[in-house]
């Protein structure tokens, strides 16, 4: 196997761990919002997943459309890269 495969089933590997994260991401972000709607979500002492949420927001915000647009929209938009390149989406990763 030559780098170049190498680094390029590597780079489609990564992408389809990161549509899969990011989609779980998503998902509990809903039941995250309802269970600590009572207390505030962000109050002065933030939780890791607060602060995770901060700092993945932030890097979001900088893609052009903003947060809200690639909160909704990376996951679909990376398995459909993914299908384009590969003929395969792999929405699951760690199926062949």
Not at 5 to 34: E, G, Y
């Amino acid at each position: 196997m030559s780098i170049s495969r190498f680094f390029q089933l590597t780079l489609f590997q990564l992408t389809q761990w990161w549509a899969f994260l990011h989609f779980l991401f998503v998902m509990s972000f809903i039941p995250m919002v309802i269970l600590t709607s009572k207390r505030g979500m962000f109050e002065d002492d933030p939780s890791l997943y607060e602060l995770f949420v901060g700092i993945y927001g932030n890097f979001l915000a900088l893609l052009p459309g903003g947060e809200i647009v690639w909160g909704l929209a990376l996951s679909p938009a990376l398995w459909l890269v993914l299908w384009i390149t590969t003929g395969r989406a792999r929405i699951l990763p760690w199926r062949k």
